[in-house]
């Protein structure tokens, strides 16, 4: 009985939390996190600022940093870290944030 009403309440308060997480984390946002340090949270500041790019552009921008020397800027190796998918997924999140 006790494990019984232990179990009813941890499902309770699991719920709501879960809901949120899911609502505020989409697969997107936790890639492009990674960019959060030096462009700013969601994109907005840092180097250069990342949020409000098309999301066709920055992928593709992207995919031109892959191709790149390594050793020319810390961009470049970074972008080859991500498959296409991935880029498109935080490209578009990317996309999705206001300036
Ligand atoms: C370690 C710091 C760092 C991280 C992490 C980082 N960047 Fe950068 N990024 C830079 C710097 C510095 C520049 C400017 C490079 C230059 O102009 O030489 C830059 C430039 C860029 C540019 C070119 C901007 C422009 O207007 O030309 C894009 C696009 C970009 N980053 C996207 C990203 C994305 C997307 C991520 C995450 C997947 C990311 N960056 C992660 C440091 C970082």
Request: with cysteine.
């Amino acid at each position: 009985m006790k494990s019984l009403l232990a179990f009813a309440c941890a499902a309770a308060l699991c719920a709501p939390v879960h809901a949120q997480t899911v609502a505020t984390s989409p697969d997107g946002r936790l890639l492009a996190s990674n960019c959060f340090q030096c462009h700013g949270t969601d994109g907005r500041g840092g180097f250069e600022e990342i949020a409000g790019k098309s999301a066709e552009g920055l992928y593709s921008e992207l995919k031109e940093m892959q191709r790149k020397p390594a050793g020319e800027n810390l961009m470049f190796p970074h972008a080859r870290g991500y498959t296409d998918a991935q880029l498109r997924a935080l490209a578009g999140y990317l996309a999705t944030v206001r300036r």
